[in-house]
Every structure is written in C-alpha cells, then in structure tokens.
C-alpha cells in the first residue's frame, strides 16, 4: 500500500557529506512518521533519525549536530542531510514509513524500503 524508495547513496572520504532522499508513493496521505534507520555490519539495526508530520524530530545521540532529517509533505519525500560523516556510519540506511491502520486499537502500520550502502573511508 506503500512503496519506499531511497537513493544518495555512495562512498565518500572522512569528513564529507552525503544527502539521502526517500520517495514514497502509494497511500501516502495518512502518512505520520518518516524515519531513517541504518545497520552496519554485525549490528542490529537502529533508529538514526525521525520526523513528524508536523516537523517534530528525533535524533540518536551519534548523529546529534551532524545530521538533520526533513520531510516535504507535498512531495511525499524525506531527506536525510549528512555532514562530518565518519567511518562508524558505514552501512546500509533504511527509510521507513509509519500510519495508523484502520482497525479498533489504531495500531500502526510500518513500510520499509530496500536501503541504501553508504560507506565512509578513512
């Protein structure tokens, strides 16, 4: 019902900057949370940044200063901004989608894309 795509994706030096971007499409109205999540090798996957429909975000205390998540309703993408990057954010980046589902406990439903390598070299 909802499809992710994400794609700014590479290799880049210590110290450079990357910009991911997420298109969603499909039932992407009821849309409440846009999130970034990454696993490195050998690593469970973890939360790096979120963003409310209404622009209130979240961030993991490693990227806190560095990193800066936004979203554009209209175009149903978000992005996440990537500078200093060091080489402890090499892996792949996930963008997930959150809303509610129609049912009696309004629980939410969760969309993930296939990700994106982002290795940092040292």
């Known amino acids: 019902q909802v499809q992710l795509v994400e794609s700014g994706g590479g290799l880049v030096q210590a110290g450079g900057s990357l910009r991911l971007s997420c298109a969603a499409s499909?039932?992407?109205?009821?849309?409440?949370?846009f999130g970034w999540y990454r696993q490195a090798p050998g690593k469970q996957r973890e939360l790096v940044a979120d963003?409310?429909?209404?622009?209130?975000?979240n961030y993991a205390d490693s990227v806190k200063g560095r990193f800066t998540i936004s979203r554009d309703n209209a175009k149903n993408t978000v992005y996440l901004q990537m500078n200093s990057l060091k080489p402890e954010d090499t892996a792949v980046y996930y963008c997930n989608a959150r809303r509610p589902t129609i049912s009696l406990t309004r629980a939410m439903a969760n969309y993930w894309g296939q990700g994106t390598q982002v290795t940092v070299s040292s």
């Open positions: 499909g039932s992407t109205s009821s849309i409440n949370v």
């Open positions: 963003i409310s429909r209404s622009g209130i975000t």
